[in-house]
């Protein structure tokens, strides 16, 4: 299992640089995958969500990537401004099962104007 | 606008007292979750609900209670057993699996974050 401690990975890039925040996910039977942006002392909000039978889906200045090969999600953010700083995490759910998701431990984006 | 308000923001325990924290919905959303998240750690399920008047623990379900009398609300009770309080508690809908036409994503409210006097 993933290590716990106190300090999430973090990326830190420069304001108009693309991000890629990635993910990997445990469960070889999970069929929906979705992104979180979880400011500080707030909820996390939906950014996007992809189904298994898709590699890719593009919403405003994210897409989202799907390797179920390697099970392996990515994030990319073009253009990065300050307000995209935040942590960032994925869920993966098995919509044939209890629908219950589970949730990675997050990436830390810092954007530095 | 429909959404998820959880209360109070902030909310301090003394020790042996149980507190109550609150989550209402307007989203007519089925299923509704409370997790629990500390610094540097994914969403830890407590409890969870997929219809009213019905209830499962999660993966921490110890010194935690809930009910489901509303279908718009989910209340959390934190009690004196749970010896490690101090966290960031979110509570969350969604649709409801057992009516899932097309995937949809969970909703979370703003959190409570509880700390111990």
């Known amino acids: 299992g993933e290590s716990v401690g106190l300090h999430l990975p973090t990326l830190s890039v420069q304001e108009g640089d693309n991000s890629i925040i990635n993910c990997a996910y445990s469960?070889?039977?999970?069929?929906?995958f979705i992104w979180y942006k979880q400011e500080s002392g707030k909820g996390p909000q939906f950014i996007i969500d992809?189904?298994?039978?898709?590699d890719k889906r593009q919403g405003q200045r994210v897409t989202v990537l799907l390797n179920k090969t390697v099970k392996h999600l990515s994030l990319q953010i073009a253009a990065t401004q300050p307000g995209d700083s935040a942590v960032y995490f994925c869920a993966e759910i098995n919509s044939g099962g209890s629908y219950i998701p589970t949730f990675g431990r997050g990436t830390s984006l810092i954007v530095h104007p | 606008d429909g959404g998820i308000t959880q209360s109070p923001k902030y909310l301090f325990r003394k020790e042996g007292q149980n507190v109550t924290l609150s989550c209402e919905q307007n989203l007519n959303h089925d299923a509704m979750y409370w997790y629990r998240q500390d610094p540097g750690q994914g969403l830890r399920l407590i409890y969870y609900s997929q219809i009213v008047n019905d209830f499962q623990k999660g993966d921490i379900a110890e010194g935690y209670s809930v009910s489901r009398e509303k279908k718009e609300s989910f209340p959390l009770t934190v009690t004196s057993a749970q010896k490690n309080p101090t966290a960031f508690y979110l509570c969350a809908s969604s649709i409801g699996s057992y009516r899932q036409r097309d995937n949809q994503p969970q909703h979370f409210g703003d959190g409570t974050r509880l700390s111990i006097l």
């Open positions: 469960n070889s039977a999970s069929d929906y």
């Open positions: 992809i189904r298994s039978n898709m």
